[in-house]
């Protein structure tokens, strides 16, 4: 069997550090890219890597997909605050099987991308990753750096293990990165945004390191009620789309995530990075679509509601550029 | 009868200008003060107001207590945040029959003087006023001015109107202070804070004006359900404490209060005043003392238990000199 062809859309710390992984392993990868087009083109990519540094000198570098063929599995890297682009971006290289990887933060991202791909395959990973785009085609990868895969299933049931699943291990295991397998996204997502949320969101709102809050009693004490406001809407979740078959997150695990946080290196969130730079903040992934799903679920969840409603505000000051 | 004697502890934006009022009105006031000793030992006050400036050239100005005599009425003008300091302050000027009227804002603050000034009636005024301290001696006098007063009943239950009471009502009236009477001073507390928690915590949670955060519909939805936790809140402690009783809120007052600050000139509250000048926040009275007693009364208020944490973290910071 030949090489699986792949797209990755937004070459940044995280496509562009899992592509050009997959180039190394042996794939046949396409990059999409934007203001560091002419650099790539020309010099390609380099990674820094606590795992040991290479360079790619030529990858095949695209200012637009339209340049693009048709690929086996379309890696989604870009950030999900633009995640109105997608449509235009995959449409033109969607063979008949392609299927479509997500690398995004948040919930209900698969979901969204279900609503207009079709039958195809749809794929999420979790990035287990600390790494940062530093400059033109240059990525640096500081810790961490494991993908959690799981497919998507139209009626929210775990989904197996698949012949394709199995098949994008083989190629993540080619390109030296470190890849587990989960029959039930939809909690591995949940359970990721058993950090995310209180983490990400009060990182922004407190403009704090994960060090400084970890410090401060009270936002500890809070950090643990978020906690355990998603561990309830997980199980609300779970619950309201598979009455009984005891979808759940286990009770140890705000205590392990709380001190695996207080042990880590002071580190800035992806979202405090995002409001550092002034970027857009990925409210409505991380906060609003889990928010949604809890109330759906009949859950009221107002810890979350109220963390939301603040981002919310200050993403907009963000765009408004004050 | 005499014209009775005051001591006003804290000569600032309210003790300041109340105390002033009450002198002009004809009673006997002594003012004590630190920074400003001096200079108003020396020149008096000076109130700039929107009702007519005025000045008193000759105050009775203290550096400390001892030199005071015993008054018939202590008034506490200090931040809450001072209270500590209370009993060395009230102490030495009490007679047998003085009663202690606190200006403070937040909730309980009666019943932390009830601990130690013995069967001496204690009072309660809200000032609906808009001063400040703009230097020495001179107090600005910008918008409102009324007082509403009660006194604090040991059991909780309504207090009724004293002697003691229209007989304030009396000097506040001569000193052209709009004052009305409440019964309920514990409800009255309450109603206030329906306005002071959402928009004094979130002022400086969020770094806004009220006229910013009225603007911002996020900002606007979380306030009105900060509203509805206190309006419950207040539910529940008055049922915990006199069950049956019906002493509650209105459920019109939260859609007047949105429309009045919608309709206010952009304004910065009380505690983003102390933010924006590094002082500490009176995040125990405001927040952490109704907080308390929403759980003492079964009720969870988890958004207002949010914010305490989150202004607690800023008022670390603050002390810390960050």
């Known amino acids: 069997m030949a090489g699986r062809r792949y797209a990755v859309l937004g070459t940044g710390a995280i496509g562009g550090y899992y592509g050009a992984c997959l180039q190394r392993g042996g794939a046949e990868v396409h990059f999409l890219l934007h203001s560091d087009y002419d650099h790539v083109a020309r010099h390609g990519l380099v990674v820094e890597s606590i795992a040991g540094d290479f360079a790619l000198p030529q990858v095949q570098a695209h200012r637009t997909v339209a340049t693009m063929p048709a690929v086996d599995v379309v890696i989604v890297g870009l950030k999900t605050t633009q995640n109105a682009l997608l ?46 785009k530093i ?116 009770a140890e695990l705000i205590g392990q995530m709380l001190t695996h946080t207080e042990q880590m290196a002071p580190y800035r969130t992806s979202m405090k990075l995002d409001f550092d730079a002034g970027r857009p903040l990925e409210v409505e992934a991380i906060f609003g679509n889990p928010l949604r799903a809890a109330q759906a679920a009949g859950m009221a969840a107002p810890r979350i509601e109220m963390l939301y409603h603040q981002l919310k505000a200050i993403d907009r000051r963000l765009s408004a550029g004050a």
């Open 87 to 132: 449509p235009d971006l995959v449409r033109p290289i969607l063979g008949p099987e392609t299927a479509i990887l997500t690398l995004q933060n948040g919930f209900a991202i698969e979901h969204e991308l279900a609503q207009w791909v079709g039958s195809r395959p749809i794929l999420g990973g979790l990035c287990f990753i600390c790494s940062n």
């Open 135 to 250: 400059g033109p085609g240059t990525i640096r990868h500081l810790d961490y750096g494991s993908v959690l895969l799981g497919q998507h299933s139209l009626d929210h049931q775990p989904a197996g293990l698949s012949p394709l699943l199995k098949a994008l291990v083989q190629d993540f295991q080619a390109a030296q990165v470190e890849v587990e397998l989960t029959d039930d996204l939809r909690l591995a997502r949940w359970r990721k945004l058993v950090w995310n949320i209180p983490f990400n969101g009060l990182s922004v709102v407190m403009n704090a390191t994960t060090a400084e809050m970890m410090a401060d009693p009270n936002i500890c004490q809070l950090a643990e009620q978020l906690m355990g406001e998603v561990v309830a809407a997980a199980q609300a979740d779970g619950e309201a789309l598979s009455p009984g078959q005891g979808r759940q997150l286990s």
